[in-house]
């Protein structure tokens, strides 16, 4: 089934700076794909949803590219500040996966003042 | 707005107990998830729903019992709880693509 590999497992940045998360994935098939935020303590938080279709996504401070030769999806946060310290997490729909999600194993990524 | 629901919050187990989490949603979506978060892991799916009276194994369903007994409710059931079971559950619902998270239940089994 689906694997997703996610890179770094720990991220620490300072503020300012930017912060990049990569996640590749093995499902050729793969169509729908996710980043989540997780704070300390709490639930996950959707950041951004992908189609398949669309290679560049951006939010408010970060960037989602998806790159489907490669099969890698990264999230770009391009000037980090301590608010975006927190777990981060990609997840993946296949088709091979039944429609479910496939999540990557994390970042927490730290902001230094 | 959407509305994931999990009871209790926290709960300590003794090894060889019955724990059942609880997870309740209003937003009258189709589908409903169990997953485990364990550090380095990320989310793992346990069972899943697609509606009322069915549940599905996910990738880890061993150690573990679901039932959805109506379209609010989905309930994790474990017959005799191990310490390997002590992790963090989340509930989930959705419909299509998008799921929408509870706040979670830490569980610990002694």
């Known amino acids: 089934g689906e694997q997703v590999e996610q890179r770094p497992p720990h991220l620490s940045v300072r503020e300012g700076d930017s912060a990049v998360i990569t996640c590749t994935y093995t499902?050729?098939?793969?169509?729908?794909f996710f980043w989540y935020k997780q704070e300390p303590g709490a639930s996950l938080q959707l950041l951004m949803k992908?189609?398949?279709?669309?290679e560049i996504n951006e939010g408010q401070g970060f960037t989602v590219l998806l790159n489907k030769k490669d099969k890698r999806l990264s999230l770009n946060l391009t000037a980090a500040h301590p608010g975006d310290s927190a777990a981060y997490f990609c997840?993946?729909?296949?088709?091979?996966?039944?429609?479910?999600?496939?999540f990557g194993g994390g970042t927490r990524l730290t902001v230094r003042p | 707005e959407a509305a994931v629901t999990q009871s209790p919050r926290n709960k300590v187990a003794v090894t060889g107990g019955k724990v059942t989490l609880s997870c309740n949603q209003t937003?009258?979506?189709?589908?409903m998830y169990w997953y485990r978060q364990d550090t380095g892991h990320g989310l793992r799916l346990i069972h899943y729903?697609?509606?009322?009276?069915?549940?599905e194994k996910g990738d880890i369903p061993d150690g573990y019992k679901a039932s959805r007994p109506s379209q609010e409710n989905f309930s994790l059931i474990l017959e005799l709880a191990t310490p390997s079971q002590t992790s963090v559950y989340f509930c989930?619902?959705?419909?299509?693509?998008?799921?929408?998270f509870g706040p979670g239940t830490r569980l610990t089994v002694l």
């Open positions: 992908v189609f398949s279709s669309t």
């Open positions: 937003n009258n979506h189709n589908n």
């Open positions: 997840a993946v729909i296949s088709n091979n996966a039944g429609a479910k999600l496939t």
């Open positions: 499902d050729p098939n793969s169509y729908y």
């Open positions: 989930a619902s959705g419909d299509s693509y998008e799921q929408y």
């Open positions: 729903s697609y509606g009322a009276g069915s549940t």
